[in-house]
């Protein structure tokens, strides 16, 4: 993780300056209270009193601008770009998921509607019979009944039509209508897998 900069690092300033403003104003902000010292290889020169007075307050300030420009108060320049290149990774695997999602969408909504043109062929139920009606070709039905209802057809083709007869002991009448209104009728026991042609009698 980057550390924050101070102002001599944001102003590209080195080290060095830095030390060298830090003393420098240290020194003046002691020099009023210790004018005339003597320590050796350094020598505090005697101040008039104007000047003395003048360095008691400049010099504290200076002391505190210098160690100001120390801090570390800025953040360090590449977190934007590291973030703005973070966010743009994001944006880029959010916008392969959504992508992906919408093939996937779109395929599913393209097997259905095969799924929905292909005709698949009804199976009949465990307690139901399977009947093949055989019809001449150039006969039109237009409706199948059972017992005077409604038959369910599995499938139909040009000259068989195959339909479910509920499976039962009695006799069941079979009825199909042509376009025309006749009605051929066939009543009998019916039994598993039965072909019949009715109007063909």
């Known amino acids: 993780m980057s550390k924050s900069e101070s102002v001599l690092q944001r102003l590209a300033l080195p080290a060095e300056f830095g030390v060298v403003l830090l003393v420098f104003c240290f020194a003046l902000s002691v020099t009023p209270y210790l004018t005339g010292a003597d320590f ?54 959010d916008a392969t998921k959504t992508s992906t999602v919408v093939q996937l969408t779109d395929s599913d909504s393209t097997t259905a509607t095969i799924k ?59 009825e199909l209508e042509k376009a025309d209104g006749t009605i051929c009728t066939t009543e009998l026991s019916i039994t598993r897998d039965m072909t019949l042609a009715p109007c063909q009698s």
């Open 40 to 93: 050796g290889v350094v020598k505090i020169p005697t101040l008039d009193p104007r000047t003395s007075r003048r360095l008691r307050l400049l010099g504290p300030l200076a002391l505190v601008l210098a160690i100001f420009l120390h801090l570390p108060i800025f953040p360090p320049k590449n977190d934007t770009s590291g973030s703005q290149t973070h966010q743009s990774i994001t944006d880029k695997r």
């Open 116 to 174: 929905n043109k292909v005709p698949v062929a009804t199976r009949p139920t465990d307690s139901a019979y399977r009947v093949s009606l055989v019809i001449p070709t150039s006969t039109k039905v237009s409706a199948v009944r059972v017992d005077g209802r409604k038959a369910r057809i599995l499938s139909r083709a040009a000259s068989v039509i195959t339909i479910e007869v509920s499976s039962t002991h009695r006799n069941q009448r079979i």
